[in-house]
């Protein structure tokens, strides 16, 4: 007797750590930027939400625009789906006590995604919601499922405790938001769309 158990349509999240970046200097050019530009307001709730800023020349930013494209690139691979690689746009985020964003897709893009430059203890999490909307209440409204221990199948939400230093890249469908950040302290970021 052969049993197999298929994860059926996953939400395929990448993560590359550790890139080889100074987020120091990179910190230093994004709190530049907010000077320079009044930024604009989609998901953010509070905080700094820059304008499109992929034409931008700088020497970490570059740097981290090469990275971003290798990276887009090796996780085409992964998904064994046509080359994606060309950043549509990139934008910068600083978000002080108590800003978060709210729930929102990229649906003008095919892969999204974040590189964490600062990330105080206690500053959010990056969290997905499931793919399915019925998802929590199908499983919760007639007869509430006891879990025993959450895992990829059985959750609603997934959360991401990101660190300065990594990379996440995810379908441009993947519902996601970025809980508050309760440190004193800026988390900044850096998000894209990749095309």
Known sequence: MKKTLFPLFSTPLFEVTDLPLDNKKLSKFIVQ???????????NEGGYQSNDVKDISHSEFDKFKSLLVAASQEYSKILEIEQVKNISQIWVNINKQNNHNNPHKHLNSLFSGVYYVKTPEDSGTLTFKHNVNDFQYAWNHFHSIKVKQFNMFNSGTWNVKPSAGNLYLFPC?????????KSNQERISIAFDII
């Open 173 to 181: 469908w993947a519902e996601h938001l970025v809980t508050s950040n």
């Open 33 to 43: 930027l907010k000077e320079k530009d009044k930024g604009r307001n989609y998901t």
